[in-house]
């Protein structure tokens, strides 16, 4: 009979059993691995409960461990029935590629079992409970969070193992993706919705002070400032040496990313909320509070085309574009409330409006493409997933998200759910959940948009 492999924990070490169904263990042509252990060098193995294991052949163990993992420096101790093992039981082995073992038995036949070790992924989010999270991206368990106030509102970035995320108390942070220490924190004139976006070096991002910064990424320093006509809550888009923003004083601003120099301005007939830039082909597509999205060739701020959504604001919704389509969603008409916005698809080249979706639901976040399925946000409390083709709802669930946008990633959405005082994770196919996390205690709390890093399948 084939090996078999269970796993059992102990309160130091976990351990994989490998068995063969063998009447005799002692026949010398029998070999097999009966137990792995996996432990870092010069502390204990990891807690029960962290390590996942799961077979693909006879001769194949996957095991899965916790994430920021050191996979080059593990000691795999192994106790096997035959003769020896190679390589060695109890030597640290770099399993950062996999290791084949081969197990000798006393007639000198053999077989090799190759033993494959990944780190799980981490799922970052700011939340309104005054807490920034990691999390087990698969398992959905705690790693850090770090308390310092309403981070909901600025959706945080990852770039070189820095998380950069603004927060209500006017302050942008710099945190340690591995460990949630504060690295710097730059406080600014007012507090921060705009999210932060770093590049060669540099983190961009506004504030309700009507201010707009560059930071040195390393050190938090100061390197231009920009002061618009009102507030900048919008998320930046850098290219080509250009950042661009929209700001509260309905202008479109596109500046020199490395002085902080007007190239080209805007004047459109409404202000910009939380809808921020997104640059395609050349083109940057936003849309107002006075019902229009803007198509823009970026280098000069020319108006290649503008879409009307029949007095529906576009201001709480970024637009994202996707194949030859731009996806946004309506909020509500702000002079007559009843009036509420669907899912708007319009032709990336022309502006002309190719379907809508979700109609009259009310829409306040951004919405996210994977796969051939849109998922988003609506004011009835559900989380939507629509097939781009069809425009059809493929599941929805009811998590009361309060506007935060969902991330996608190795076929499972992240999203917060901050009515049901729960951070999900769910099969991006189907909506079946599979963890959810606690935040909010007990008081409804928004969460952002979540970052997602490394692998969120075992």
């Known amino acids: 009979?084939?090996?078999?492999?269970?796993?059992?924990?102990?309160?130091?070490?976990?351990?994989?059993?490998?068995?063969?169904?063998?009447?005799?263990?002692?026949?010398?042509?029998?070999?097999?691995?009966?137990?792995?252990?996996?432990?870092?060098?010069?502390?204990l193995a990891f807690p029960s409960g962290e390590i996942v294991v799961t077979i693909t052949s006879t001769d194949t163990i996957l095991v899965s461990v916790p994430p920021?993992?050191?996979?080059?420096?593990?000691?795999?101790?192994?106790t096997i029935t035959g003769t020896s093992i190679s390589p060695a039981s109890g030597t640290k082995q770099d399993f950062s590629s996999p290791v084949t073992y081969t197990v000798t038995a006393q007639n000198g036949s053999q077989q090799k079992y190759t033993v494959i070790v990944s780190v799980r992924g981490v799922v970052y989010f700011g939340s309104g409970d005054d807490n920034?999270?990691?999390?087990?991206?698969?398992?959905?368990?705690?790693?850090?969070?770090?308390?310092?106030?309403?981070?909901?509102?600025?959706?945080?970035?990852?770039?070189?193992?820095?998380?950069?995320?603004?927060?209500?108390?006017?302050?942008?942070?710099?945190?340690?993706?591995?460990?949630?220490?504060v690295i710097w924190k730059y406080?600014?004139?007012?507090?921060?919705?705009s999210a932060p976006t770093v590049a060669n070096g540099i983190v961009y991002f506004g504030n309700d002070g009507y201010q707009f910064y560059a930071l040195d990424a390393n050190?938090?320093?100061?390197?231009?400032?920009?002061?618009?006509?009102?507030?900048?809550?919008?998320?930046?888009v850098v290219l080509n040496g250009i950042v661009y923003f929209g700001s509260d004083d309905s202008y479109i601003y596109a500046l020199n990313a490395a002085s902080g120099s007007v190239v080209w301005k805007y004047?459109?007939?409404?202000?910009?909320?939380?809808?921020?830039?997104?640059?395609?082909?050349?083109?940057?597509?936003?849309?107002?509070?006075?019902?229009?999205?803007?198509?823009?060739?970026?280098?000069t701020g020319y108006v290649e085309w503008t879409f009307y959504a029949n007095g529906i604001s576009l201001e709480q919704s970024s637009a994202t574009v996707a194949n030859g389509v731009v996806y946004i969603g309506g909020w509500y008409n702000i002079l007559d409330f009843t009036q509420a916005?669907?899912?708007?698809?319009?032709?990336?080249?022309?502006?002309?409006?190719?379907?809508?979706?979700?109609?009259?639901?009310?829409?306040?976040?951004?919405?996210?493409?994977a796969n051939g399925l849109l998922y988003i946000t609506c004011d009835d409390t559900y989380l939507y997933a629509v097939d781009v083709n069809s425009h059809a709802v493929v599941w929805r669930d009811?998590?009361?998200?309060?506007?935060?946008?969902?991330a996608v990633s190795g076929g499972v959405v992240y999203c917060g759910g901050g009515g049901t005082r729960y951070f999900y994770s769910m099969d991006a196919l189907t909506g079946a959940t599979k963890w959810t996390f606690p935040v909010g205690d007990n008081e409804p709390t928004r969460t952002s948009t979540p970052v997602i890093a490394g692998s969120t399948t075992l």
């Open 1 to 43: 009979m084939k090996p078999l492999l269970t796993l059992l924990t102990a309160s130091f070490f976990t351990f994989v059993f490998v068995s063969s169904c063998k009447k005799d263990g002692s026949k010398s042509g029998i070999k097999t691995i009966d137990s792995l252990t996996l432990q870092i060098p010069d502390s």
């Open 68 to 78: 920021f993992t050191n996979l080059s420096n593990l000691i795999a101790q192994i």
């Open 132 to 181: 920034f999270y990691a999390l087990d991206a698969v398992l959905g368990n705690l790693l850090w969070k770090t308390t310092a106030g309403d981070f909901s509102y600025s959706d945080p970035t990852l770039v070189n193992g820095i998380i950069y995320a603004g927060n209500i108390d006017e302050n942008m942070y710099a945190l340690n993706a591995t460990t949630g220490a």
């Open 187 to 193: 406080t600014t004139s007012s507090t921060i919705e």
């Open 219 to 236: 050190t938090g320093q100061l390197k231009w400032q920009f002061t618009a006509g009102h507030n900048i809550s919008t998320k930046p």
């Open 267 to 299: 004047q459109t007939g409404g202000l910009f909320n939380h809808s921020g830039p997104a640059i395609v082909n050349g083109i940057l597509y936003i849309g107002d509070r006075n019902s229009d999205l803007y198509a823009l060739d970026a280098a």
């Open 341 to 369: 916005g669907s899912l708007y698809a319009v032709d990336a080249a022309t502006g002309a409006l190719q379907w809508t979706a979700l109609d009259g639901l009310g829409i306040g976040s951004d919405p996210t493409v």
């Open 398 to 406: 009811p998590i009361n998200a309060m506007g935060a946008a969902a």
